[in-house]
């Protein structure tokens, strides 16, 4: 992105956390319009298919068009937020487009903890307005979004001689949808480590089950979709476990019918591990995984449909020494994100666990005041003959760090339409990709004077 702009013969700037500015001089008679970011992040969410040979640090993204849709082979697109930047690198390298004075911010590191918005530091950028352009639904307009917070969990693993006379097995929870861990946690997708746990529970208190390694989830803002674990049974218990295990699908499959289609819950024989769990750490570790909250907590009161605070159980994994779970709370009322983190934290810490809180952000308070709010509605109406709805989001947009940076700013977050985001599944509509980018266009040519 640094020789691009340079590339360009625009001043370039890369900044300690690595976000990358680009600004380009108004067009001339537009030099009196208030300066404006376009902002967007340069990371993307690596998920593929447990069957899909892909790096993506080498390998490039298979696309393909699927009727209306954008999307990939068997992983994540990138169209988060590759549609931002790429709408804001086009205006930068335009020729032919009216605009006053740009200012392009490519934040680093959003996906994994907001740090390019965290390390933003104040007098870098002159702008008067921001465009977030990281919203998935053309047509509408978001001015307020949830803060959030990271909960990592930390047992020491204690590990034992495996018993004489079991059998081995992995346990494999797959098929699930996944998805971005606030647009999608609305749609009481199926977590498959809550799933997992349910059947470990079970599994240990009836048929002596013991757990040797487990391994949950991916990342802590997407929905887990796969989770793994190593047992032994002993070998008398092994056809009542099985039976059991087979129960616990269908019951799964019931109770998550319409809106996991795929889920699959299955056990193949593997070798025998060499050491299990710690019976009381064993049992300690369950009960504080089935215990988390997890899912939709709350629904907002201000705001029909919008989820209010949320968690996701996202990642539960071990190795010889440690057992880490993390989670990612979510709420737009901060008072609730600390009550949900507490709580959180009381589960783990009563289970012998130590609990970190970081990585905190706030959320952003719309201004339904906001002039550039009016300004956007009153373009899309002019050029498609409606009024553009108004939201705020469930997930965690970097407006409210930059905001608190840059207080002034008047801020905005709009976007094309994309489906399943931080899954294998995500896709973009290609056709609201060309009226959120004659949107843009048209929006920069009517941004106000500074008087």
Excluded at 239 to 256: D, G, N, P, T, V
């Amino acid at each position: 992105m640094v020789k691009f702009g340079e590339d360009l013969g625009l001043e370039t700037i890369k900044d300690e956390v690595g976000n990358i500015i680009i600004k380009k001089p108004a067009t001339p008679g537009m030099e009196d319009r208030m300066c404006v970011v376009m902002q967007g992040h340069l990371d993307m969410v690596p998920q593929k298919n447990s069957d899909t040979e892909h790096d993506f640090e080498k390998d490039p993204i298979e696309t393909y068009v699927d009727g209306e849709w954008l999307t990939a082979n068997g992983t994540t697109l990138g169209a988060d937020n590759g549609m931002g930047v790429a709408a804001a690198m086009a205006v930068l390298q335009a020729t032919d487009l009216v605009h006053g004075p740009i200012e392009a911010l490519f934040t680093s590191d959003e996906e994994t903890g907001m740090t390019g918005a965290f390390g933003l530091q104040p007098g870098v950028l002159d702008a008067d307005i921001l465009l977030n352009m990281d919203s998935e639904d053309e047509g509408e307009l978001y001015v307020g979004c949830a803060g959030g917070i990271d909960a990592n969990v930390t047992f020491k693993n204690k590990l034992t001689d495996t018993p004489k006379e079991t059998a081995a097995f992995k346990l494999n929870v797959k098929g699930l949808k996944g998805g971005h861990s606030g647009m999608e946690i609305i749609l009481g997708r199926g977590n498959s480590n809550k799933l997992l746990f349910r059947f470990l529970k079970h599994a240990a208190k009836n048929f002596g089950l013991r757990l040797s390694s487990v391994d949950g989830g991916s990342l802590r803002n997407a929905i887990p979709r796969e989770s793994f674990a190593v047992v032994v049974v002993p070998e008398k218990n092994v056809e009542a476990c099985a039976a059991s295990l087979k129960e616990f699908e269908a019951i799964f499959k019931a109770e998550l019918s319409e809106v996991e289609p795929d889920l699959t819950f299955f056990a193949e024989p593997c070798d025998l591990p060499k050491k299990v769990m710690k019976g009381k750490l064993q049992n300690r570790l369950i009960d504080a995984v089935y215990a988390c909250p997890n899912g939709v907590m709350r629904m907002s009161d201000a705001m029909p449909g919008l989820v209010e605070t949320s968690n996701n159980l996202a990642r539960v994994y071990s190795d010889d020494k440690k057992i880490i779970i993390q989670s990612l709370l979510r709420s737009s009322v901060d008072s609730a994100k600390e009550d949900l983190a507490e709580m959180i934290t009381s589960v783990f810490t009563l289970a012998g666990a130590k609990v970190v809180l970081d990585g905190e952000y706030p959320g952003w308070k719309p201004n339904m005041a906001s002039p550039i709010l009016k300004t956007m509605q009153n373009v899309y109406n002019e050029k498609y003959g409606k009024v553009p709805e108004i939201k705020a989001i469930h997930a965690g947009l970097e407006c409210g760090l930059l905001g608190a940076v840059y207080p002034h700013w008047d801020m905005i977050s709009f976007g094309p339409t994309i489906r399943f985001p931080h899954s294998p599944d995500e896709k973009v509509k290609i056709d609201t990709v060309a009226k959120f980018w004659d949107f843009t266009v048209e929006t920069l040519k009517n941004i106000p004077s500074k008087n």
